[in-house]
C-alpha cells in the first residue's frame, strides 16, 4: 500500500497545533480567549517536545534503524522534519504575539521593555524594585575552569551574558584577539516563584514588565567586575518521556515509589530544545550547545516572549471586561433527571446519559454520595487516571469507605504530568482503607469505569457508568465528554468481570456488551467494519462514523482505507494528530475527515457502524495502537433508542459546524468549513443553547 494515504503522527499533531494558534489569531474571537488560546498553542509545543520529541529520541538511542510504520521516515527524519516546521510556527506565533500585544494596549494594559518609553520617575522605581525586591533573591553564576556549567531547570528562563574583562587604566588590553580568550558566561535565573512575573509600574493603571525583562536590563549590576558583550533569555525544554523499565523494579520498592523516582528523575532529564530571544552570537550559541550537548538544529530563536503563561495575569487583570471573554455558561441539570429523586432509581428505570460540559457532572457526583450511604450498597469499583486537585470523586469514595463499604480503586499512576497527584491521591485512599491498585504491567488503564454493587434480600444488582472523560469536576467544564449510567446487569457482570481480572493482574479477552482493549476492542471493530464492507459490495447502503482525539493506528486505518475502496461511506471526526489522509483518488475518495477546534475540547469519542439500525458506542478510546493494544479502555454499547438518536444528532450537528471546522484536504493539509448560503453553524454553541 502506497504512503500517500498516510500522513506522519507528529507532523500531523503540529497542524493541529497550527488549528489552535489560528485561534489566537481569529479576531472574531473575543479577545482574552485568544490570550488562552496562544498559551495553550505553546503549551501544547511544550508537551510536544518533551513527550514525543523525546520519545523519537530514546527510539534512536535504541536504533537508528526504526521506522515510522505509516510514511518510512526514520526518527531523524522524523525530529528535523518536525524542527523544520517549528521553526516557520514560532515565526507565526512571534506575529500572533505582535497582534496580541497590540490589542492588550488597546484594552489598557502595557507589556513594557526598556526600550519603550520608561520616563525617569518609573526608571527610579524600577531602580530600587531591582535593588530591594529582585537582587537578593537571585543566584547568578560565572562559568569557568572552577565554575561548572549550571543545571538549568527546565522551562525556567535564564539571563545570559558574554563577560569581558573590564578595561581600565592599569590593565588595558590593547589586543582584543588576547582579551577574546578572557570572555566569559554569565548566567542568571530570571523564574522567581516569590515574586510575580509581571512587575507593576505604579502610576499606571496597567503597565507591566516582564520579570525577566528587568533582571536583563540590570544584569550590568550583577557582572559589575566585567564588560557586558551580549545578553539574551533563554529557556531549555528537556525530555519528558519517562517509563517504568523493568531495571527501577526493585523486590524492596513498590510502584508507587518507582514512579515517585521516575517523576524526580523526569526533571533531570537531557536537554532537547535551546530557546533564546534577541541576538546572539554564533559562538555564544555553539558553547550554550556545547554545554547542553545540543546541536544547532535544536536552537530557535523567537522574537516574544519565551513563555505565554503569564497571559492567564492578563486576563485576569481584564476580567471584568465581560465583553473579552466568553459569555459565562453554566452547565445545565438534565431535564430528565429529577434532583429531588435516588439516582439509583432513577437508573434502574432506565440508562441515563450526560453530555458535559453542556449538562452538569452533579447526577453522578450524587449517585456517588447516594452509594456512600445506601445500606444495600456493598462495594463500589472505581479506575482512575486524572481526577481534581479537590476531588468531590475521591471525597465520596472516602466517605463510602468510612461508612464501611468495600472500596476498589484502580489509580493510574502513570498518567502523565498528573503523576505526582495520582500518588497523593492514592496515599489518601489507602489511608481511609480503600484497596488500591496502582495499574497493570506494561499496560495504562485509561477506561473510565465505575461499578456499584447492591445486595437487596440476597440479591446482588449492579449499575454501572461508562465514560469518554476523566473524573474530573475541572475539566467536565472544559472538556467535551459523555457519561453513560446504566442497570443492564450484563453490562454490569462484564464491568466486575474487567475489575476482577484487573485485580489479578489479567485483562479480559472477550466480552457481550463492552468492548475491551487491549484483546478485544481492535477485533471487533475490525469485524463490525468488514460487516459494512460486505454490505457495500453487495450494493447495500453502508456507513462507518466515529469521532476522537486523534487517529494513528495503522491496522484500523488500512481497514477504512479498504472500507472507502469498497464504497462504505465514512465520517470521521478528528481533532488532534491523524495519519489516515482522506480524498485520495482511488483510496480514499469516500472517507471525510474534519477537526473542530473551539471553546471546549473536543474529547468525547463515538463509533458508529451502519446507516440502517446503527450500533453506536461511546468510548475511552482513540483510534491509536496505544489505546487499542497498550491500554486498558471500554467502549460501551448505547442499547436505549433514546440514548443512542440523541448521539447519532449530536454527532450529526458536529459534522455539519461550518464556523470552527476544518476539513482536511487529499494533501493532508485543513481549511475551515466555508459555510456559503448557509447558516452558520458552531456546533458548541448549538449544544448550549439546545
Known sequence: MEHTCFDNRELSWLKFNVRVLEEAEDETNPFCERLSFASIFQSNLDEFFGVRVGSLYDQMLVSKDIRDNKTNMTCQEQIFACFDQVKLLTQRKDSAYAALNKGMREHGVEIVTYHDQIDAKDAQFLDAYFEHEIRPLLAPQVVGKKQPFPFLKNKAIYAVVILGSKKNSKNDRKNDKKNDKNVKLGIVPCT?????????????????????????????????????????????????????????????????????????????????KLEYTRVMDESVIDLLCKYLHLKKRHVFHSASPLDLSFFSTIRDILRNE??????????????????????????????????????????????????????????????????????????????????????????ELRARFDEENNISWSRRLEEAGCSVLYGLDRLKVHSKLCLITKKTGGHISYITQIGTGNYNEKTSRLYTD??????????????????????????????????????????????????????????????????????????????????????????????????????????????????????????????????????????????????TTYRVEVAAPLLDPEIRDRVLRIFRVLMEDNVKARIQRADGSYTRVQPG?????????FFMIN
Open 192 to 272: 522567581l516563584d516569590v515574586l510575580p512575573r509581571l512587575a507593576r509600574i505604579p502610576d499606571h493603571p496597567n503597565r507591566y514588565i516582564l520579570m525577566e525583562e528587568l533582571i536583563l536590563h540590570y544584569v550590568s549590576r550583577i557582572f559589575s567586575h566585567f564588560e557586558i558583550k551580549s545578553k539574551s533569555l533563554i529557556r531549555i525544554l528537556r525530555n519528558a518521556d519517562i517509563d517504568p523499565d523493568e531495571e527501577m523494579y526493585d523486590d524492596d520498592m513498590d510502584f508507587r515509589q518507582v514512579m515517585e523516582q521516575l517523576v524526580s528523575r523526569r526533571r533531570r532529564l537531557c536537554p532537547i
Open 322 to 411: 465581560k465583553d473579552l471573554f466568553y459569555e459565562k455558561y453554566t452547565p445545565q441539570f438534565p431535564a430528565d433527571i429529577d434532583p429531588e429523586r435516588s439516582m439509583m432509581e432513577q437508573i434502574e428505570e432506565k440508562d441515563r446519559f450526560l453530555f458535559f460540559p453542556y449538562e452538569s457532572i452533579d447526577p453522578f457526583l450524587a449517585l456517588l454520595r447516594e452509594a456512600a450511604d445506601d445500606p444495600d450498597v456493598v462495594s463500589v469499583k472505581m479506575t482512575l487516571y486524572r481526577v481534581a486537585n479537590d476531588s468531590k470523586v475521591v471525597e465520596a469514595l472516602l466517605r463510602a469507605a468510612e461508612n464501611g463499604k468495600d472500596i476498589s480503586v484502580l489509580v
Open 482 to 627: 459523555f457519561s453513560l449510567m446504566t442497570a443492564h446487569q450484563g453490562i454490569g457482570m462484564e464491568a466486575s468481570r474487567i475489575f476482577t481480572r484487573m485485580y489479578l493482574g489479567e485483562v479480559v479477552e472477550q466480552a457481550d456488551y463492552l468492548l475491551v482493549a487491549p484483546k478485544y476492542l481492535r477485533k471487533p471493530i475490525l469485524e463490525k467494519m468488514d460487516r459494512q464492507i460486505a454490505r457495500a459490495k453487495a450494493g447495500v447502503s453502508a456507513y462507518i462514523g466515529a469521532k476522537m482525539n486523534s487517529l494513528t493506528d495503522k491496522v484500523l486505518i488500512e481497514k477504512m482505507i479498504e472500507a472507502s475502496q469498497a464504497g462504505v461511506r465514512i465520517e470521521l471526526i478528528v481533532r488532534g494528530a491523524c495519519c489516515l489522509i482522506a480524498g485520495v483518488p482511488g483510496k480514499t475518495d469516500n472517507i471525510s475527515i474534519r477537526s473542530i477546534v473551539g471553546r471546549y475540547l473536543e474529547h468525547s469519542r463515538i463509533y458508529i457502524f451502519g446507516d440502517e439500525e446503527p450500533e453506536v458506542y461511546i468510548a475511552s478510546a482513540d483510534f491509536m495502537t496505544r489505546n
Open 677 to 685: 448560503s448557509a447558516e452558520p453553524l458552531l456546533a458548541q454553541n
